[in-house]
């Protein structure tokens, strides 16, 4: 079956630095765009950024910051985020991406990634 398994989370001074990977199983990983989402207590999950074979996006909010990658033989995406700030405190998810929305119904646990003023 589908399985996401987020890590790579935890407590960060602003300005630090968190490396973020995503295990992903039960998909065609190689043929499926990846993306990393995010939700922040009483908000809603949002895209934070895509990777297709070559092509990556960034929400507005962590372009220049964040930096998506994918390592197919390991069915494994990443998210490399630098100059963290309180407001990318959230838990993290990965999922498989199409026209914009989560492929799948199915998430993983996510990683929480706390960021200290």
């Known amino acids: 079956q589908v399985q996401f398994v987020e890590s790579g989370g935890g407590l960060v001074q602003a300005g630090g630095s968190l490396r973020l990977s995503c295990a992903a199983s039960?998909?065609?990983?190689?043929?499926?765009?990846m993306a990393w989402y995010r939700q922040a207590p009483g908000k809603q999950r949002e895209l934070v950024a895509t990777i297709g074979s070559i092509s990556t996006n960034y929400a507005d909010s962590v372009k220049g910051r964040f930096s998506i990658s994918r390592e197919n033989a390991k069915n494994t995406v990443y998210l490399q985020m630098n100059s963290l700030k309180p407001e990318d405190t959230a838990v993290y998810y990965c999922?498989?991406?199409?026209?914009?929305?989560?492929?799948?119904?199915?998430w993983g646990p996510g990683t929480q990634v706390t960021v200290s003023s």
């Open positions: 039960g998909i065609a990983f190689g043929l499926n765009a």
């Open positions: 999922n498989a991406v199409l026209s914009g929305s989560a492929k799948y119904s199915v």
